[in-house]
């Protein structure tokens, strides 16, 4: 599943949207039903971006869920169909 996750550690915020699109673009070339993006959890500048472009694209998502049922806040699973 790993090669299925953008990870954006280290991305400023106004490198965060090309990222994004070129991952979706790709992910949907391939099929994909869902994708991982890994924002982590910083100061929440990348993830906020994430979240408004998947809201403008209409892209659902959800947090992640770690095995104790709590949701890990730093990774989003996308929807792609």
Not at 30 to 44: A, H, V, Y
Request: zero cysteines.
């Amino acid at each position: 599943m790993a090669a299925n996750l953008l990870d954006l550690h280290g991305f400023k915020a106004d490198e965060v949207m090309d990222a994004v699109d070129r991952y979706i673009t790709a992910a949907n070339k391939k099929g994909l039903d869902q994708g991982r993006i890994m924002t982590g959890k910083g100061t929440g500048k990348v993830k906020k971006v994430v979240i408004d472009y998947l809201k403008t694209a209409q892209y659902p998502w959800k947090y992640e869920k770690l095995p104790n049922g709590k949701d890990n806040e730093g990774i989003l699973v996308i929807f792609l169909t």
